[in-house]
């Protein structure tokens, strides 16, 4: 099945501490990127990748990191969470950078305390 | 379940009736739209899409509405049914150096009464 995983689904940390949210597509998308979603602002976009070692930043990147080593993972990186990140996280895919239909993931509710 | 948000505009339709959900947008060098569903505890999913040479398209049940003159799109659900309640996002596409972007927006939750 064509699908776009994350893990975990539900992380509740203390600010500080590194985190990681994974995530894998079984697709062979080019094109991936992470989004966060809080309430009233819709979904924003944090980082992309266009393709293995090519990433840039999204609307909102400050506070996260990203790396793209093989062609179907792209992890999240939090390196010093702090409240103001808790939100639900979601990872999405599409075939390239031109390509319009993007496939997401089943988010990451992430709390930061 | 994940929810997307408690501060949503919400819609409340009667099973069987048609639905009408309203999306400003905000570029008019957008040249695509989009509309997705999102599911409690699931991420967003494709619904419908159109350009913006496009006046209307058709889905099955569904039906996305484009007046570019006021920058509004909506979309249309025909005999709307309990497996149609979820939040649905309106997105615009716009190209820059980069290749596209999507935009979202807030989106607009439906509850579907039986």
């Known amino acids: 099945e064509a699908q776009v995983t994350q893990n975990p689904r539900y992380l509740i940390t203390v600010t500080g501490k590194k985190l990681t949210v994974t995530c894998s597509q079984n697709?062979?998308?080019?094109?991936m990127s992470w989004y966060r979603q809080d309430p009233g602002l819709g979904l924003r976009q944090i980082y992309y990748?266009?393709?293995?070692?090519?990433?840039d930043k999204g609307d909102v990147p400050e506070g996260y990191k990203v790396s793209r080593k093989e062609k179907r993972n792209f992890p999240l990186i939090l390196e010093s969470p702090s409240p103001n990140q808790t939100s639900l996280y979601f990872c999405a895919s599409s075939f390239d950078r031109s390509s319009y239909e993007q496939y997401f993931g089943p988010g990451t509710r992430l709390t930061v305390t | 379940g994940e929810s997307v948000g408690l501060h949503l505009p919400t819609l409340s339709v009667q099973e069987g009736d048609n639905s009408i959900i309203n999306c400003a947008y905000s570029n008019s060098a957008s040249d695509y739209f989009i509309w997705y569903k999102q599911e409690s505890g699931k991420g967003p999913q494709f619904i419908i899409d159109i350009r913006s040479n496009m006046d209307k398209r058709q889905g099955q049940r569904v039906t996305v509405l484009l007046n570019k003159t006021v920058k509004h799109l909506s979309l249309q659900i025909a005999a709307t049914q309990p497996g149609d309640s979820a939040v649905y996002f309106c997105?615009?596409?716009?190209?820059?150096?980069?290749?596209?972007?999507?935009?979202f927006g807030g989106g607009t939750r439906l509850m579907v009464k039986p």
């Open positions: 997105a615009e596409n716009t190209n820059n150096n980069a290749g596209n972007m999507l935009t």
């Open positions: 990748s266009m393709n293995v070692e090519v990433t």
């Open positions: 697709m062979n998308h080019e094109y």
